[in-house]
């Protein structure tokens, strides 16, 4: 999938595993997989600061679910207690988490939150 990495603070940010630093408003975009996204704990830790947003552009042959009523549905909208196991759906499955206010997606195993923190 494209990923573009956008610079949302106010200073410079390094990007270890893209070997990029960004200025503010700064971006770069990359192909990368889900498994790449879910291991890049430096990525992880700056969006959870809020210094960094991302946007995930699927491009065909992208495996990646949106759980809802029917194809191209919204996600289900749904508390921890709502949602199915992590383990019940493909990975990639995205839903709504009201109990987050956030989207979780399942890596196979677990429902992750976009800082990739199992939820």
Known sequence: MLVKITNIGSDQVHI???GKVLDPGGEVET???MADLHGDESLKALIAS???????TLEAGDSFAVLG???GDAPLVTDDAGRPAATAVPAGTVIFNTDDDAPNW???TDWKDAAGVTT
């Open 16 to 18: 270890p595993a893209y």
């Open 69 to 71: 009523d029917a194809p």
């Open 31 to 33: 192909q990368r997989t």
């Open 50 to 56: 809020g210094d960094v947003s991302l946007v995930l």
């Open 106 to 108: 399942s890596n196979g």
